[in-house]
């Protein structure tokens, strides 16, 4: 049982559907993070939360909107999406963002955008 | 941008083999991570490394942190089925969350 909780695993949308990626984490972290993962290609970061401040925004399309209501809970928002940003979505958390404290990743929303 | 270079990008083994793996990067790290990600999931973290020149163990999993702090490997000894996967290096500079890089990833299969 992973201590980051991603809902749902799966979604397929159209490009004018509003969804929602949920992420829950349970390990107490101050720190959480969404990444996107495309086949053949690093890991790119989207956006990154500390104590609920979101503190990097890697130059993410406007098409994609986080939310990080406390530090135990981040979402994603999607509206108009193209289908390109088919991918899987990672959410992670960590202790402190001012240390080195490895990453912890939940399971990962499966996007495919018809 | 700081860049890893992951070797092999995938390799096909006999079970009970050993394998290597390695990442090199021209930038230099203070931490270097391993994860494995299994179809479907999300990845795990196998071994952290902070220290230049460290070797750390994991069971039959063996990772090390070069001592210019450019590169690392991942040694996995005995090989198993259920080592199949695809296995990703970081590397993570001062100033936490916002400088880790990842490589492309190891694609590893293992035939029983």
């Known amino acids: 049982e992973t201590g980051v909780t991603q809902t749902p695993r799966h979604l397929v949308m159209g490009m004018t559907n509003k969804k929602s990626l949920k992420c829950e984490q349970h390990?107490?972290?101050?720190?959480m993070y969404w990444y996107k993962q495309s086949a053949k290609k690093p890991l790119e970061l989207m956006f990154v939360?500390?104590?609920?401040?979101?503190?990097e925004n890697n130059s993410v399309p406007s098409r994609f909107s986080p939310e990080c209501p406390n530090s135990s809970h981040l979402f994603l928002h999607l509206h108009t999406l193209q289908p390109e940003d088919s991918a899987l979505y990672l959410c992670?958390?960590?202790?402190?963002?001012?240390?080195?404290?490895?990453?912890?990743f939940g399971n990962g929303t499966r996007l495919t955008v018809t | 941008g700081q860049q890893l270079n992951q070797s092999p990008q995938s390799m096909f083994i006999q079970e009970g083999e050993d394998v290597s793996m390695n990442c090199t990067s021209s930038?230099?790290?203070?931490?270097w991570l391993w994860y494995k990600q299994d179809p479907g999931e999300g990845p795990v973290l196998l071994i952290a490394?902070?220290?230049?020149?460290e070797l750390t163990s994991n069971g039959r999993l063996t990772a090390q942190f070069g001592i210019t702090r450019k590169d690392s490997f991942l040694n996995i000894s005995a090989s198993i089925p259920s080592d199949v996967g695809i296995y990703f290096c970081?590397?993570?500079?001062?100033?936490?969350?916002?400088?880790?890089?990842f490589g492309t990833g190891t694609k590893l299969q293992v035939i029983p």
């Open positions: 992670a958390s960590s202790q402190d963002e001012a240390r080195e404290s490895p990453l912890h």
């Open positions: 390990l107490g972290h101050n720190a």
């Open positions: 939360y500390n104590f609920k401040e979101q503190t």
């Open positions: 930038s230099i790290f203070n931490t």
């Open positions: 490394l902070y220290k230049a020149g």
């Open positions: 970081a590397g993570q500079s001062s100033g936490g969350y916002q400088k880790v890089t």
